[in-house]
């Protein structure tokens, strides 16, 4: 088991109480890399690595190079990554975890549960479309950033995080290339990571590259007829939802960026995996 956390330096109460809780674990993480990211980081407990970025690589970018540092180690098997705010109130996460991929060689990705202080799940941090029950146990077709285990096998094959997309659905993209290869995403809520509540859409650039990166996402991953379909819906949801006027013109502006602008490699899932997607409750068109 490795662990990876992405700081901005902005937290090292919270970070430094991340890693004494990872420390606490009953399965010992292999290995620990935290990277600060276009940030000095402050002082890591002995036995952490830690990777210092000249500048900022966004989620995506931060978090391809904490699972590089894991790969060059070589005794690997899960990669684990944790928010810097959040914190593991149990003590056998990582134990859990183990048995979980263990168990099932095809399973590539476990999405924790994240709750608040008082143990509140909010409804976008449940990844399926009914998610009034967040302790409801299954398989999903996305999963959380803020605590998740990865398969290393799964990343050696389908590759890492969409750098280009810096954050915002850089999970989804990553989970959609894990279920067109055959993989399982498990949502498992007795994983649980307590993190402070908090609204998404805290400013402007994040209706921009929410936006942006959808388009992305449909044009990396999506067979030709369900681009626009996925993208409508998504149009029309936000149109619904938004009351601010400034996100709303920032999130045009992002979804013309996407239109304009290069996504990296296209890849179109199958038909097999659109219709494996729908069965799990969640069709890529919504």
């Not at 997309?165 to 498992?188: N, Q, S, V």
């Not at 992305?216 to 009351?243: C, D, E, F, I």
């Not at 490699?265 to 199958?270: H, L, N, S, T």
Request: hydrophobic share 40%; aromatic share 6%.
């Amino acid at each position: 088991m490795g662990v990876a956390v992405l700081t901005m330096g902005n937290r090292p109460a919270e970070l430094r109480a991340l890693l004494d809780s990872v420390a606490a674990q009953d399965e010992k993480a292999t290995r620990i890399v935290v990277v600060g990211n276009g940030a000095p980081l402050p002082e890591l407990p002995e036995g952490v690595t830690g990777v210092e970025l000249p500048e900022n690589r966004g989620v995506s970018g931060g978090r391809n190079v904490a699972m590089e540092r894991l790969r060059a180690f070589g005794d690997v098997d899960v990669l684990v990554d944790l928010d810097d705010d959040g914190l593991l109130v149990e003590t056998d996460v990582l134990s859990r975890l183990a048995d979980l991929h263990e168990a099932d060689p095809k399973l590539g990705i476990v999405s924790f549960r994240i709750a608040d202080e008082e143990g509140v799940t909010q409804r976008r941090h449940v990844p399926r479309l009914r998610a009034k029950d967040p302790m409801r146990r299954g398989l999903v077709t996305t999963f959380l950033g803020g605590g998740h285990s990865l398969s290393m096998e799964m990343l050696e094959r389908v590759g890492g995080w969409p750098e280009e997309f810096f954050f915002t659905h850089e999970e989804t993209d990553l989970a959609w290339r894990a279920l067109d290869d055959g993989w399982k995403i498990l949502y498992e809520p007795a994983l649980l990571l307590q993190h402070p509540r908090t609204s998404p859409a805290r400013h402007a650039v994040y209706y921009r590259m929410t936006a942006r990166n959808r388009v992305w996402l449909a044009k990396r991953n999506l067979p030709a007829p369900l681009v626009p379909l996925y993208l409508g819906s998504w149009t029309a949801m936000t149109l619904l939802r938004t009351r601010s006027g400034e996100g709303l013109k920032a999130w045009f502006g992002g979804f013309a960026e996407g239109v304009r602008q290069p996504c990296g490699e296209r890849k179109p899932m199958r038909w097999s995996t659109v219709w494996r997607m729908t069965r799990l409750g969640r069709p890529p068109v919504i």
